[in-house]
C-alpha cells in the first residue's frame, strides 16, 4: 500500500518571503501522480499543483513549485512571495496512475503566512 | 471550472436517527464519486468509491451499512449516515471525476459538517 509523509505539522513564514513544505512517499509503482492540495479555513480543498511522475521536469503553477526527486520519491512544495491567503492546510497527495484513481493524503501541514 | 456541490453543508441531528448528504457535479458527468471523512486537524480519509449504476466499493474498516452510498445518476451520490452516534460527527468531504476529463483531475465539494447529539 502506498504511503504519504508530511513529516512537518507546522510551519510559519512572512508575508514575501519563500517556505518549502515536505513531503515523501513510498510506492512500489513506476506511473503515477502526485498532488499538493490546500485546505483553506473555509474547508473547500483545492488543488494547488500536480506531478506526472513519468516527466521529469518539476511542475510549476505561478509562484508555486515542486522539487519532485523521483528516486528519493521526495515531493516538496515550494511557495514563492507568501501572501497572507496562502494561509490553510497543505496535504500532499498520490495517486496510482491507471488504478481505481484513490488518493491518498498525508497528514497535511499548517501553514500560517505572518504579516 | 468543474463544480460540486455538496447539501446540506451542516446539519446536527439526534442520534439514532439518519441522515442524507448529497454530492452533486453541476456542470459535468461524474462517473466516479469519491466520499472521504475528515475529523478535526486530521486528513481525509476514503470512506468508498462510487460509480454510477453499481454497488460503492468500501474501504477497509468502513461499515457498508452503515454507511450506505447511492450513486443513482452521473450527476448525483448520496452518502446515507444510518442510526447516527455522536462518534459519527464528522466532516463529509466528496469528490467527482469528470468523466470526460483527465483521469486523475477530481473536483471536491464543499464538505458537510455532521454533528450528532
Known amino acids: 500500500a502506498q504511503t504519504v509523509t508530511q513529516s512537518q505539522p507546522e510551519m510559519s513564514v512572512q508575508e514575501a518571503e519563500t517556505v518549502t513544505l515536505s513531503c515523501t512517499y513510498d510506492t512500489s509503482e513506476n506511473n503515477y501522480y502526485l498532488f499538493w492540495y490546500k485546505q483553506p479555513p473555509s474547508r473547500q480543498m483545492i488543488l494547488v499543483i500536480r506531478q506526472e511522475a513519468y516527466k521529469q521536469q518539476n511542475a510549476t503553477e505561478n509562484r508555486f513549485s515542486v522539487n519532485f526527486q523521483k528516486a528519493a520519491k521526495s515531493f516538496s512544495l515550494k511557495i514563492s512571495d507568501s501572501q497572507l491567503g496562502d494561509t490553510a492546510m497543505y496535504f500532499c497527495?498520490?495517486?496510482?496512475?491507471?488504478?481505481?484513481?484513490?488518493?491518498?493524503f498525508g497528514k497535511g501541514t499548517k501553514l500560517t503566512v505572518n504579516p | 471550472g468543474a463544480v460540486v456541490s455538496q447539501h446540506p453543508s451542516r446539519v446536527i441531528c439526534k442520534s439514532g436517527t439518519s441522515v442524507k448528504i448529497e454530492c452533486r457535479s453541476l456542470d459535468f458527468q461524474a462517473t466516479t464519486m469519491f466520499w472521504y471523512r475528515q475529523f478535526p486537524k486530521q486528513s481525509l480519509m476514503l470512506m468508498a468509491t462510487s460509480n454510477e449504476g453499481s454497488k460503492a466499493t468500501y474501504e477497509q474498516g468502513v461499515e457498508k451499512d452503515k454507511f450506505l452510498i447511492n450513486h443513482a445518476s452521473l450527476t448525483l451520490s448520496t452518502l446515507t449516515v444510518t442510526s447516527a452516534h455522536p462518534e459519527d460527527s464528522s466532516f463529509y468531504i466528496c469528490s467527482a471525476r469528470d468523466g470526460g476529463g483527465p483521469q486523475e483531475t477530481q473536483y471536491f465539494g464543499p464538505g458537510t459538517r455532521l454533528l450528532v447529539l
Open positions: 497527495a498520490f495517486m496510482k496512475a491507471g488504478g481505481s484513481e484513490k488518493l491518498v
